[in-house]
């Protein structure tokens, strides 16, 4: 089961009042489309997904309960043997949609404001939009997103701006198919969950994406440190035959000045050390091991060139 799956299926199973029942049931019956069916009046909600057509079933039955509400299942054999679930609604069909404010023909998308009129009741009707036409990536991917579809302009105006009230920095994008309201940023779909009722699965977001993150960071300290594990081993092995070059030329280190050759010797005894490490063992600063190290890069320089050098002034 995908991630966006896991919080459809928390989303239907919660509990809510009436006026929170109309607000969701609005959301996913207007986002789902309905359909007329013949002069008799019913109507009847299309979804690919099983646990949101129990959920209108359900909240059609809760607020409405002498209606007469019947689900329906269609194979859909020339689409993979896909199914289909169909919500009939054959009794009390004016009297429903003129409740919910939902216009049958799809032509009037406004919504009510009785059905918008508290903060539960927007938050509900965020929750059935999300159901209905809703989708969120899993956590364990780069790609942080979440969003709403519609074909309806007006509609998705709507959504954008019920997002905005809770603190929820939405953007629309127009496809060629319909609109798009749309999340990126991780915490804000976390508060998007968590505005929607969908607790467990904001915490199992939150868990995930904190993991990933944490194992981003220690990876990019362990490719940090490796870099400098490489960077040190270069310059160790620069240095070292630096210092072959010096000896080779001077047929012993002990010619040099004592501080030199203490180094050049330290150097040989510990050639995967820093030069930091190299200046605690000598018992001086790190920037002291630098300045003797340059001195022995410069000597052994111009011994490579054919320079001239005074071993008395090093």
């Known amino acids: 089961m995908s991630y966006a799956a896991e919080v459809k299926k928390e989303l239907t199973s919660l509990i809510v009042d009436n006026g929170n029942a109309k607000a ?8 789902n489309g309905v359909n007329q069916l013949g002069s008799n009046q019913a109507i009847n909600i299309q979804t690919e997904n099983a646990a949101i057509a129990r959920r ?28 289909s679930f169909g919500v009939r609604l054959s009794t009390q069909v004016d009297e429903i ?13 406004e919504i009510p404001s009785r059905i918008l009129n508290q903060p539960k009741k927007k938050r509900s009707f965020l929750r059935g939009a999300f159901l209905a036409a809703g989708s969120v990536n899993s956590p ?3 790609n942080y997103h979440l969003e709403i579809y519609t074909n309806h302009e007006d509609l998705v105006e709507q959504l954008l701006s019920l997002m905005q009230e809770f ?66 081993a270069i310059a160790a092995n620069k240095q070292l035959a630096q210092i072959d070059l010096i000896e080779e030329e001077l047929g012993s280190l ?31 600063s790190k920037s002291g091991a630098n300045h003797r190290m340059r001195k022995l890069t410069n000597l052994a320089e111009k011994i490579q060139t054919g320079q001239s050098y005074d071993l008395s002034k090093l």
């Not at 689900?71 to 199914?83: A, D, M, R, Y």
């Not at 995930?208 to 220690?218: A, G, P, Q």
Request: charged share 25%.
């Open 24 to 31: 969701e049931l609005s959301a996913l019956m207007r986002m």
């Open 56 to 83: 209108i079933y359900t909240l059609l039955k809760q607020i409405y309960p002498t209606a007469s509400v019947e689900v329906t299942v269609t194979e859909q054999l020339h689409l993979n043997q896909h199914k």
């Open 97 to 109: 949609l003129a409740d919910l404010g939902v216009d049958p023909f799809g032509i009037n998308q």
């Open 140 to 142: 364990e991917k780069a």
């Open 167 to 232: 603190a929820l920095p939405a953007k629309i994008i127009d496809r060629h198919t319909g609109f798009i309201v749309y999340l990126k940023r991780a915490e804000k779909i976390v508060d998007f969950l968590s505005t929607i009722g969908a607790t467990q699965s904001m915490l199992r977001y939150e868990d995930i994406r904190m993991m990933r993150d944490m194992r981003n960071s220690v990876n990019r300290l362990v490719n940090a440190e490796t870099a400098n594990m490489q960077k040190t």
């Open 254 to 284: 002990s010619l040099l000045p004592p501080k030199l050759e203490a180094l050049a010797k330290v150097r040989r005894q510990h050639p995967d050390e820093s030069l930091g490490e190299l200046g605690n063992l000598l018992e001086i």
